[in-house]
T-cell receptor, first 111, second 116 residues
Framework: AQKVTQARTEISVVEKEDVTLDCVYETRDTTYYLFWYKQPPSGELVFLIRRNSFDEQNEISGRYSWNFQKSTSSFNFTITASQVVDSAVYFCANSGYALNFGKGTSLLVTP | NAGVTQTPKFQVLKTGQSMTLQCAQDMNHEYMSWYRQDPGMGLRLIHYSVGAGITDQGEVPNGYNVSRSTTEDFPLRLLSAAPSQTSVYFC???????????????FGPGTRLTVL
């Protein structure tokens, strides 16, 4: 069965701190896809990244970076020098034409 | 492109009433899905479709029906609303890339449903 676990439900940091959001997945598929989405307080779902199981390279996009490790079935998300605008709920998800979501991590960044 | 649109944005129902949540996409995507979001539960898949005329159940299908007669539309029907169906409902669409991989889901803005 597909399963995604985000162990920490809430994280609170002070602006400019680095923060890592954990994601552990379970799958029996040899080919699979992993995603991160952001849900700001306004409620919409914003796509951040897609990674397939063949590509274990880490990715960096500005202050955001992702670490994909098949050996530990993890796909962690790090925000460097966090900002108040990063406050949101972040979801990790896997699968294909329909997604299997983790329960989300609520990040609060305070000034 | 309007992307994925959902109507209505808000709805209040009484227990036992029926209604249809509308979802439409103008991106010619094969895949469409319905999710519900409840506090602390993340998003859970209700039903999905891999093409016109093809639908299947997700994790929490009970109390909901879907059909997909066209590529563009994927309505979600609540047959007899219950308070447990109070939630935020998101519709999404996606497509298979030319390389064969699954792409990201494009989400609608959501429908906030309250069942009294």
């Amino acid at each position: 069965a597909q399963k995604v676990t985000q162990a920490r439900t809430e994280i609170s940091v002070v602006e400019k701190e680095d923060v890592t959001l954990d994601c552990v997945y379970e799958t029996r598929d040899t080919t699979y896809y992993l995603f991160w989405y952001k849900q700001p307080p306004s409620g919409e779902l914003v796509f951040l990244i897609r990674r397939n199981s063949f590509d274990e390279q880490n990715e960096i996009s500005g202050r955001y970076s992702w670490n994909f490790q098949k050996s530990t079935s993890s796909f962690n998300f790090t925000i460097t020098a966090s900002q108040v605008v990063d406050s949101a709920v972040y979801f990790c998800a896997n699968s294909g034409y329909a997604l299997n979501f983790g329960k989300g991590t609520s990040l609060l960044v305070t000034p | 492109n309007a992307g994925v649109t959902q109507t209505p944005k808000f709805q209040v129902l009484k227990t036992g009433q029926s209604m249809t949540l509308q979802c439409a996409q103008d991106m010619n995507h094969e895949y469409m899905s319905w999710y519900r979001q409840d506090p602390g539960m993340g998003l859970r898949l209700i039903h999905y479709s891999v093409g016109a005329g093809i639908t299947d159940q997700g994790e929490v299908p009970n109390g909901y029906n879907v059909s997909r007669s066209t590529t563009e539309d994927f309505p979600l029907r609540l047959l007899s609303a219950a308070p447990s169906q109070t939630s935020v409902y998101f519709c999404a669409s996606s497509y298979l890339s030319t390389s064969g991989g699954y792409n990201e889901q494009f989400f609608g803005p959501g429908t906030r449903l309250t069942v009294l």
